[in-house]
T-cell receptor, first 112, second 112 residues
Framework: DGGITQSPKYLFRKEGQNVTLSCEQNLNHDAMYWYRQDPGQGLRLIYYSQIVNDFQKGDIAEGYSVSREKKESFPLTVTSAQKNPTAFYLC???????????FGPGTRLLVL | GENVEQHPSTLSVQEGDSAVIKCTYSDSASNYFPWYKQELGKGPQLIIDIRSNVGEKKDQRIAVTLNKTAKHFSLHITETQPEDSAVYFCAARPSGYSTLTFGKGTMLLVSP
């Protein structure tokens, strides 16, 4: 069963806590992306990676960090420096040599 | 950088009517324009896309048109059905870049 999986579906963060969102794909896609979605704001790019061990900042990278140690995995850490982390987080990936991005089901992060 | 504006923000139609959503982009070098449908609590799904060497593309009840001179593209849905109710996003990708810039979305409501 191929696709993009994100876990958990819901995540709760306490003040001052770092949390990590998982994104895994078994589609053999090279590029992976993280977006943040807020009501009425569309999708905003946080980080992206076109190849293992390399990644670039998107438009709103402050307060977030990523790693790309394996082709299949692109975890996103929301650090305590992100003061307004409540949002719906979406991971996407693209096949080699293609522009199309395919999205996972998302993780909703809530602050306690 | 690229800027994408999407209108309207909400659109209500009766079942069987047509719906049109319009987007404008700022970067004349953009060459790839996908449309996504997002149902509540889920990740966006690609429904149709168009490249700058094509003026129109159809897939059953869905069509997209592109006017490169005016830098705008539109999504047309004919014979709307209640299951078409969702949020629709347009996006644009400048030539030479691997990232997409998204519009802020249109909530389409189809009443039976």
């Amino acid at each position: 069963d191929g696709g993009i999986t994100q876990s958990p579906k819901y995540l709760f963060r306490k003040e001052g806590q770092n949390v990590t969102l998982s994104c895994e794909q078994n589609l053999n896609h090279d590029a992976m992306y993280w977006y943040r979605q807020d009501p009425g704001q569309g999708l905003r790019l946080i980080y992206y990676s076109q190849i293992v061990n390399d990644f670039q900042k998107g438009d709103i990278a402050e307060g977030y960090s990523v790693s790309r140690e394996k082709k299949e995995s692109f975890p996103l850490t929301v650090t305590s420096a992100q003061k307004n982390p409540t949002a719906f987080y979406l991971c996407a990936s693209s096949p080699p040599e293609e522009e199309t991005q395919y999205f996972g089901p998302g993780t909703r992060l809530l602050v306690l | 950088g690229e800027n994408v504006e999407q209108h309207p923000s909400t659109l209500s139609v009766q079942e069987g009517d047509s719906a049109v959503i319009k987007c404008t982009y700022s970067d004349s070098a953009s060459n790839y324009f996908p449309w996504y449908k997002q149902e509540l609590g889920k990740g966006p799904q690609l429904i149709i896309d168009i490249r700058s060497n094509v003026g129109e593309k159809k897939d059953q009840r869905i069509a997209v048109t592109l006017n490169k001179t005016a830098k705008h593209f539109s999504l047309h849905i004919t014979e709307t059905q209640p299951e078409d109710s969702a949020v629709y996003f347009c996006a644009a990708r400048p030539s030479g870049y691997s990232t997409l810039t998204f519009g802020k979305g249109t909530m389409l409501l189809v009443s039976p």
